[in-house]
C-alpha cells in the first residue's frame, strides 16, 4: 500500500515537471500528449487499487471487530443456567426452521440458526472426542438413554 501510494506521488511530480517542460517547449506536443497519457492511465490504475486495498482492509477490521463483539457476548452468557429472550436477543439474528422429515422412521426437523455479528456457525460432523452414551435413572425401573446424534439411528 505504501508503495502505490508512493509511487502515486512521483507520478503527480512527473506530470509537473513534464509540463513546465512543455510550456518552456522542450517536448513536442506529440511526445508531451503521449507522456502524460501514460501517466495518467498508470495513475487511474493505482487509484483503482489503492480503493479496493482500503476496502478491503476496512472489510478486515469490521470481521474482527464484529468477531469480537460475538465472543464478548458469548462469554457473558457462558454460566448461564437457563435460556432466556434477552439471551437469544442478543446472540441470534434468525433462525430458519425447515419441515420436519422422516427418515428411516424418525422424524427429524432441521433448522439453519445465524447469529448476531458473526452469521451461520458450522459445526463440524466428527466430534473430536467421543462422546459416550449415557443412561440416566429418572424413577424405579425407568431408565433413558442419551446417545449423541451421530451415533442414534
Same mark, same amino acid.
Given at each position: ?14 506530470? #509537473?515537471? !513534464?509540463?513546465?517542460?512543455? =510550456? ?32 478491503? !482492509? ?7 471487530? &464484529?468477531?469480537?463483539?460475538? !465472543? ?11 435460556? &432466556? ?22 422424524? #427429524? ?11 451461520? !456457525?458450522? @459445526? ?5 472426542? *467421543? ?10 425401573? =425407568?431408565? =433413558?438413554?442419551?446417545? *449423541?446424534?451421530? @451415533?442414534?439411528?
Amino acid at each position: 500500500m505504501k508503495a502505490l501510494l508512493a509511487r502515486d506521488e512521483e507520478l503527480d511530480g512527473l506530470f #509537473e515537471r !513534464i509540463y513546465e517542460d512543455n =510550456v518552456s517547449g522542450k517536448p513536442s506536443g506529440y511526445r508531451f500528449a503521449k507522456m502524460s497519457r501514460r501517466y495518467e492511465d498508470e495513475q487511474k490504475g493505482l487509484a483503482e487499487k489503492i480503493k479496493k486495498l482500503r476496502s478491503g !482492509i476496512e472489510k478486515q477490521s469490521s470481521q474482527a471487530m &464484529t468477531k469480537d463483539m460475538f !465472543i464478548s457476548l458469548v462469554r457473558k452468557y457462558t454460566c448461564a443456567r437457563k435460556l &432466556t429472550p434477552r439471551m437469544l436477543n442478543e446472540l441470534v439474528e434468525k433462525i430458519e426452521v425447515y419441515h420436519a422429515e422422516k427418515i428411516d422412521g424418525v422424524w #427429524e426437523l432441521r433448522l439453519r440458526i445465524h447469529y448476531n455479528c458473526v452469521g451461520e !456457525i458450522t @459445526i463440524p460432523k466428527m466430534l473430536p472426542l *467421543p462422546i459416550p452414551d449415557m443412561t440416566v435413572n429418572t424413577r424405579k425401573g =425407568v431408565f =433413558v438413554n442419551y446417545t *449423541p446424534a451421530e @451415533i442414534a439411528g
